[in-house]
């Protein structure tokens, strides 16, 4: 019998299972999809934390976390009526959803030679189309941004759909010139500082702009 090429991925998938079954960890038994999102937040952090001071033993830890986080949702779906899906089967539909949107990569040769995609910003600019195609389904370009982001994150992507689709121009929203991230940081803490000392609430404040500009983004959908 062959052995397995990812035996420590295999062991730890295996020291779950003995947590969630019968006779094993009472609280891992009992937890759903539900009460480990809080976990997931937390961790999801910890890991960009680790990434940005460029710890190794950091990154390795928190990836292992991130990656435990993966494989308990993948248990509790696999004992859940109407969910039943596996680890394996979270594997085999990213495989399938990574080469579906790298046709440049994975598709015949007349299909890259069509797509023309020799590097990063080609494949940027054809991003969006790739997932159109994977999902026909969705009808506006802010179908799929989690309204949940922090509201700086969320900027980022509601402006770069905008832009998309017409309603803003490049730069359009960039009057303020700064040279690096050093620079960006000490004049956005300014701002939150500016805020709180006039009992202001920065993160609603964006929030509530980029509301403003979503209806205009659906309302331009509209009108095409």
Known sequence: MASSPNPKLDELVAVLRRLRAPGGCAWDREQTHESLVKYLVEETYELIDAIETGDRDELLEELGDVLYQVIFHADIAAETPGEAFTLEDVAEHMTKKMIGRHPHVFGDSAAQAELNIRSADDVRAVWDDFKATEKPH?????????????????????????????????????????????????????????ARTQGLDAERALRTTLRSLQDEIREAETAR
Not at 138 to 166: F, H, N, T, W, Y
């Open 138 to 194: 969705r009808s506006s370009v802010l179908d799929g941004i989690p309204q949940g982001m922090p509201a700086l994150a969320l900027a980022d992507k509601v402006i770069g759909r905008a832009e998309k689709l017409g309603v803003l121009s490049p730069g359009e929203e960039a009057p303020v010139p700064v040279s690096d991230e050093t620079e960006l940081g000490g004049l956005l803490l300014a701002i939150v500082a500016s």
